[in-house]
């Protein structure tokens, strides 16, 4: 049983991550890592709050919340790995490929959970869509098409989305990064990615320094190595409407997954209409207690991490050659040369 967690940055995910571990382990020993002073009177569900991780250390942490900006992980990571803690790294898991192996190698050696923060890989309607694809509900899968939208200033309306780490470069921010959940996805559906085509840009008027929209063609590899299909990605902070969804187009009708009405529906051919075939209205909280769930049945040896660090990896090499094919207009390669000798390790 997790008796002592650490949480590292207190932003609003390190606050959900912070009280869903509390909700769930009400006797859990909590201590808060942040930069700026920690306050008089720290929170009632907080035992301590430190400004180092020397002093966190001290409080012997069995598990740690990576929730710090992006940039910041592996400084947090690394360390605590060599120190014997458990880590369940926020999204992305860095924000470059450099450390990010050395932090695998270390947790396996170790023997620690690594699990990286993708939490809609625990939707439930995510989940039916994948088996719907696995049953081959649309017979072969043609091609592709996935949108990820909402207003930045839209998505913490307490707070100036100028100062956000989506809004800075600096933090690790931009569409790529803080909306990577959607290339974890689509990779968990069809496989390793062989090359990616993109555009990424600055197309608003948002007093931001990184990117607000990017569009992405990838090519997923077959078992033989040659590209088997192709899947179109567009993703942006400028949509009022905000949207999150995936069709795939396939040999006997098409299939669509809505991540904002935890609904999947099919398309028949010679139907009329949509039909649905799965919903599932899911709250905020549900993906992130399921994901808190999963991680204390990994720690406790019940399961092994649906999302561990080597995915994470794996949407880093992907993002990196985004960025190439965004800068020399071409199309640019994947390096998955090592993803399945580190996974096998990981997970050894």
């Not at 909306?179 to 555009?199: M, T």
Request: charged content about 20%; glycine content about 8%.
């Amino acid at each position: 049983m997790l008796e002592r967690l650490l949480i590292v940055g207190l932003g609003s995910i390190g606050a959900r991550h912070a009280r869903l571990a509390r909700e769930l382990l009400p006797n859990l020993e909590i201590t808060v890592l942040r930069h700026g002073r920690c306050p008089e009177k720290i929170d009632p569900g907080f035992s301590y709050c430190v400004n180092s991780l020397s002093e966190a250390l001290c409080h012997n942490p069995q598990a740690a919340v990576i929730s710090n900006p992006a940039t910041l992980h592996l400084e947090a990571a690394i360390p605590l790995a060599r120190a014997g803690v458990h880590l369940l790294v926020e999204k992305p898991i860095a924000d470059t490929t450099h450390g990010v192996a050395e932090l695998i190698e270390l947790c396996r050696a170790h023997r620690l959970i690594l699990m990286t923060g993708y939490n809609l890989r625990f939707l439930p309607s995510l989940q039916r869509f994948r088996e719907l694809l696995e049953e081959k509900r649309v017979e072969r899968v043609l091609s592709v098409r996935a949108e990820i939208g909402q207003f930045l200033p839209s998505w913490r309306p307490d707070s100036d989305y100028r100062q956000t780490v989506s809004a800075k470069a600096a933090l690790g921010g931009g569409v790529l990064l803080e909306l990577s959940h959607d290339i974890d996805y689509l990779r968990w559906l069809f496989g390793e990615v062989g090359w990616v085509s993109a555009i990424q840009r600055k197309q608003s008027d948002l007093e931001i320094d990184v990117e607000d929209t990017a569009h992405l063609t990838f090519g997923f590899e077959g078992a033989d190595g040659v590209t088997s299909l192709m899947a179109n990605l567009n993703m942006d902070f400028l949509r009022h409407d905000t949207t999150r969804c995936c069709t795939v187009i396939g040999e006997k009708g098409s299939l669509r997954w809505n991540a904002l009405t935890g609904t999947v529906d099919l398309f028949e051919p010679g139907a009329h209409a949509w039909q649905t075939m799965f919903s599932h209205q899911h709250q905020r909280d549900d993906s992130y207690l399921a994901q808190w769930r999963h991680f204390l049945n990994c720690i406790a040896g019940a399961e092994t991490p649906l999302v561990c660090g080597v995915d994470g990896l794996a949407v880093l090499r992907i993002i990196e050659a985004a960025r190439r094919s965004s800068t020399t207009g071409a199309i640019e390669m994947v390096n998955n040369s090592n993803n399945g000798s580190l996974q096998t390790k990981e997970m050894a």
